[in-house]
């Protein structure tokens, strides 16, 4: 996510627990209309269009999936969504961006608002700042509902600002709602890693991430549906008129316009300085955005879902509760984790779940949280296991359950950012701090090549701008069991998804989709990754194939001063909060 390892992440995490404060009062006594998702998609254009599909697919089950795995597909898929949408739209998110790519999706959610369909935004609280919290004039737009999920009080000047309000409460800073979901008229959504904007959508113009989404269209979106109700209707997500005046808002608009007119005289004067020593057709660092950069993300085609081939395969849902994170009043006192698993009957007919319920029934049983349930799905793997999860901080618990699949004969490979491609470099030292345990019980480790990391980026980059220039940064969250159990999800295999993000999973018993995205996975590792070995009992990392670069004994492509850096802070930073 880039959730806390974006710009005041993982190291403001830190610091909250060495400084005291007293925090800002969140309003009391807050109204919230109870509302939940269209009772039936029966009579929408999207419900017609899955029938038929599936008909004309002879398909047995009736839920169909579709792997978003680019950004075309990821950002057309949204905009069909959008603009096919006749009843319903909700979103849930934790972070939505104010740049191109998301105002393209803006401007078409206003307008199916002013065709009449009800829009229903729920956002986590923790980015909606600066900028960005320009997206909150949604909530202002009839036909239009828009809360935050956990927010802090005050100023919505900057993020830093808010967070040192907060510091006296630093539980709250930590705990944020992780959950993705892009839902419309309750019968076709996209889950998965991405938040909304440019570096979500390859439009970004220094940094992009590499992320996995799917479409799923059929009764399982009803189970994400019901999902997204628990945590709209819930004490811990607050309208946005409860906390935000269009005063604040209009001021944060001014503060925005004004930044765009320096951006573009700053364009302008680099239009008239002399060409950058850099190749044909890439951006000079620090230089404003091209007009081609900027038009990508508008020149994106909504997604064709009359031909769109979905897979039709059983799946199930996880899925937090939103008490796993503490509500206001008693906080201490009422945190209630607890795993939402799809069951037979929800708005499905059994034969729909029986294959998908063969692999998971037991799954739920004794397990809290999504990352907890994926661990005893670990448990069921047989012979091979393949993951990806962009910020690795394995628990004590996540490698006991490595080790016992290594003990049962399971070859595991895990694909994780390098320290170079990790947007918050310093949660790459949780990870680091495992790595030699890993290797030694074999699990093989692949880490992604990006370009040169150094100080400037290593603690909290987040993709958007502020990047080294056409840098490639690991977001995924996907796991494939035995090839025939894929997983997609907004969880990463750390403890911070574990103990404190509220996530979301979609698993999808399919040896076609486990196929595809084990390809891709295993593509990757290849060419685009260095696999990381003990030789002699010392790390060496194995240079990408094809790739011309050589074999190299220290962290690849990190700067000297970054490494000791944080061969320095690590032993101070506890694994829950990296």
């Not at 600002?161 to 539980?171: F, K, M, T």
């Not at 003990?407 to 595991?412: F, L, N, P, S, T």
């Not at 990408?544 to 802070?569: M, N, V």
């Amino acid at each position: 996510m880039s959730s806390f390892y974006a710009l005041f992440g993982r190291t403001t995490a830190l610091l909250v627990l060495v400084l005291q404060g007293a925090c800002a009062q969140l309003p009391e006594h807050v109204d919230r209309p109870v509302s939940t998702a269209l009772p039936s998609p029966n009579g929408t254009a999207l419900e017609a269009l899955v029938q038929q599909r599936r008909k004309a697919d002879g398909a047995r089950f009736e839920s169909g999936f579709l792997l978003l795995a680019g950004p075309p597909a990821a950002y057309g898929s949204r905009l069909a969504l959008i603009e096919g949408a006749q009843k319903t739209l909700d979103l849930q998110y934790y972070a939505i961006h104010a740049d191109a790519s998301t105002g393209r999706l803006v401007r078409g959610i206003r307008a199916a608002a002013e065709r009449g369909v009800r829009v229903r935004i729920l956002l986590d609280d923790l980015h909606s700042t600066g900028r960005d919290a320009l997206v909150l004039g949604l909530a202002f737009v009839p036909n239009i509902e828009m809360r935050l999920f956990n927010p802090l009080a005050g100023a919505r000047g900057t993020s830093l600002a808010r967070v040192l309000n907060s510091i006296g409460d630093a539980s709250r800073i930590q705990q944020r709602m992780h959950n993705k979901l892009f839902l419309a008229d309750n019968v076709l959504g996209v889950t998965g890693g991405r938040n909304l904007g440019d570096a979500y959508f390859g439009n970004a113009l220094k940094g992009n991430y590499i992320d996995v989404d799917i479409l799923a269209a059929g009764p399982i979106v009803q189970d994400l549906s019901r999902s997204f109700d628990s945590y709209w209707n819930n004490e811990r997500a607050y309208p946005v008129q409860s906390l935000v005046e269009r005063s604040e808002l209009e001021a944060i608009r001014e503060r925005a316009r004004q930044a765009d007119r320096e951006l573009a005289d700053e364009s302008a004067r680099a239009q008239n300085s002399p060409p950058p020593a850099t190749p044909a057709g890439e951006p000079k660092p620090g230089a404003a955005p091209t007009p081609a950069q900027l038009a990508r993300a508008w020149d994106e085609k909504p997604m064709d879902l009359r031909t769109a081939r979905f897979v039709w395969a059983p799946a199930v849902m996880l899925a937090d509760q939103p008490g796993k994170i503490p509500a206001d009043k008693g906080a201490e006192k009422t945190r209630a984790p607890g795993l939402v698993v799809s069951q037979p009957g929800d708005a499905a007919s059994s034969s729909r779940r029986a294959a998908a319920l063969e692999a998971s029934s037991d799954l739920a049983a004794g397990s809290d949280t999504v990352v907890e349930g994926l661990l005893q799905l670990i448990g069921q793997a047989r012979s091979d296991l393949l993951v990806i999860s962009p910020y690795f901080v394995p628990g004590p618990d996540m490698k006991q359950a490595f080790a016992a699949a290594r003990g049962r004969g399971v070859r595991i490979r895990v694909l994780t950012n390098s320290l170079s491609s990790n947007d918050a470099p310093v949660a790459h030292v949780g990870y680091a701090r495992h790595r030699e345990d890993l290797l030694r019980i074999g699990v093989e480790l692949y880490e992604l090549r990006s370009e040169q990391a150094s100080v400037s980026n290593a603690f909290g980059s987040s993709g958007s701008g502020s990047l080294g220039e056409s840098r490639s940064m690991l977001h995924s969250k996907v796991l494939v069991l035995d090839g025939r159990l894929l997983v997609v999800g907004s969880m990463n295999l750390d403890l911070r998804s574990q103990l404190q993000n509220t996530e979301i999973a979609l698993l999808v018993r399919s040896a076609e989709l486990s196929r595809a995205a084990s390809a891709q996975i295993e593509r990757g590792m290849r060419e685009g990754s260095w696999r990381v070995e003990l030789d002699g009992g010392s790390l060496v990392w194995r240079a990408p194939e094809g790739s011309g670069l050589k074999d190299t004994s220290t962290e690849p492509d990190a700067s000297l001063t970054l490494r000791l850096l944080l061969r320095l802070f690590g032993p101070l930073a506890p694994d829950q909060l990296l």
